[in-house]
């Protein structure tokens, strides 16, 4: 499993124009082969942090994301924001394990 940890940056009052970019392609994402969970949230800390994780299957899968209509339509969508700063990671995982 690959865990992408995506932290946009911007300034407070833009947080929700990244929100509306990541609400309209969150449905085609969630839809997508190997798309095991995508989740998004402004962080109650720093209201100009929107941070997006995802979990998939396996790097064909997020390759094929990333070349996704909708996620061009992000990418254009927050670059036009000129983000403060743009965070994305991703961490492959060997095996999950329940903490609750």
Same mark, same amino acid.
């Given at each position: 499993?690959? *865990? *992408?940890?995506?932290? $946009?940056?911007?300034? !407070?009052? &833009? @947080?929700?124009?990244?929100?509306? @970019? $990541?609400? +309209?392609?969150?449905? @085609?994402?969630?839809?997508?082969? #190997?798309?095991?969970?995508?989740? =998004?949230? *402004?962080?109650?800390?720093? !209201? #100009?942090?929107?941070? $997006?994780?995802?979990?998939?299957? &396996?790097?064909? @899968?997020? +390759? ?9 339509? =992000? ?7 000129? !983000? ?6 991703? =961490?492959?995982?060997?095996?999950? $394990?329940?903490? #609750?």
């Amino acid at each position: 499993m690959i *865990v *992408v940890q995506v932290e $946009v940056i911007v300034e !407070p009052g &833009s @947080a929700s124009r990244v929100i509306d @970019a $990541v609400k +309209k392609m969150e449905t @085609a994402t969630r839809q997508e082969k #190997g798309c095991l969970k995508y989740a =998004f949230a *402004v962080d109650i800390s720093d !209201p #100009g942090m929107v941070r $997006v994780i995802e979990r998939w299957e &396996s790097m064909d @899968a997020i +390759k094929a994301h990333l070349a996704s209509p909708h996620m061009a339509e =992000f990418n254009m969508a927050v670059a036009a924001l000129q !983000p403060k700063g743009l965070d994305i990671k991703a =961490f492959e995982v060997a095996r999950e $394990v329940a903490l #609750g």
